[in-house]
């Protein structure tokens, strides 16, 4: 549905949709002026709202923003409109906010997003480019890739398969979150910062180059790769490994 109202001089309108999404189904949010937030659970259904705000109403209309949907997939971008030279002068771009309820069994791309980025567990992959803004990641299995990231980034990892996991261009620090029983090989290069861990069965040296590598338990093909690091690397244990949450028997 779409409602729009008058607040002062913003003028604000909401998206309200929801998809049927089969297990694996690849989910894309892209180009976007706001927050992301995405809420996973035990569902087949995608609920998406996108909630915008701008100066005028013709800021919405020089700015759309489209969703596709299928079975398989679900993409939500922004894109700019037809604009004339002014309008790009002086025109606010309206600001976006986008929330989804989405199922767990998912595979997840997001890129170009001004503003932080909040993800709930997911069962697929995860790829992460150009956000302007904290990044929040609080279970993935498979691929993991963060490039261009200007804000503190949180990832739990549940397992580590495919590539592992990837880390390139950030400017911030990185708190990754590792089961217990983890076995992969770590590498970081050109890190202007410390990589620390609070875990005994991690070992990690650092070479007269600055460059961080060891071993998470034995090692592994599937490895922890970052390059081009401004801010800290920190290895601690995943809270999806533990126990019950306190005060539940």
């Known amino acids: 549905g779409f409602a729009s109202?008058?607040?002062g001089e913003q003028v604000a309108d909401e998206i309200r949709q929801?998809?049927?999404?089969?297990?694996g189904a690849a989910v894309e949010v892209a180009g976007i002026n706001g927050f992301v937030?995405?809420?996973?659970?035990?569902t087949?259904?995608?609920?998406?709202f996108i909630e915008r705000s701008a100066g005028s109403k013709e800021a919405f209309d020089r700015r759309k923003i489209t969703i596709e949907a299928n079975g398989s997939s679900l993409r939500i971008r922004g894109e700019k409109g037809d604009s004339g030279f002014f309008d790009r002068l002086f025109g606010s771009s309206p600001s976006e906010q986008i929330t989804?309820?989405?199922p767990r069994q998912i595979s997840l791309q997001t890129k170009g997003v001004n503003g932080p980025v909040t993800v709930g567990e997911i069962d697929g992959s995860v790829d992460v480019?150009?956000?302007?803004?904290?990044?929040?990641i609080a279970g993935a299995k498979g691929t993991v890739t963060f490039k261009g990231i200007n804000g503190n980034i949180t990832v739990g990892l549940s397992e580590l398969s495919g590539d592992g996991v990837t880390l390139g261009g950030v400017n911030g620090n990185i708190d990754l979150q590792l089961p217990t029983g983890l076995n992969a090989d770590f590498l970081a290069t050109g890190i202007n910062g410390n990589v620390a861990s609070t875990l005994s069965d991690v070992s990690i040296e650092k070479d007269k180059h600055g460059k961080y590598s060891g071993k998470i338990g034995n090692g592994g093909s599937q490895g922890i790769t970052a390059k081009g690091i401004n801010g800290n690397?920190?290895?601690?244990?995943s809270s999806l490994a533990s126990a019950a949450p306190a005060g539940e028997n």
């Open 5 to 7: 109202h008058k607040s």
């Open 18 to 23: 929801s998809y049927q999404l089969e297990p």
């Open 233 to 237: 690397i920190r290895l601690t244990r």
């Open 100 to 102: 989804l309820k989405l």
């Open 37 to 42: 937030k995405i809420e996973t659970s035990d």
């Open 44 to 48: 087949k259904t995608a609920d998406v």
């Open 129 to 136: 480019k150009g956000v302007n803004g904290r990044v929040q």
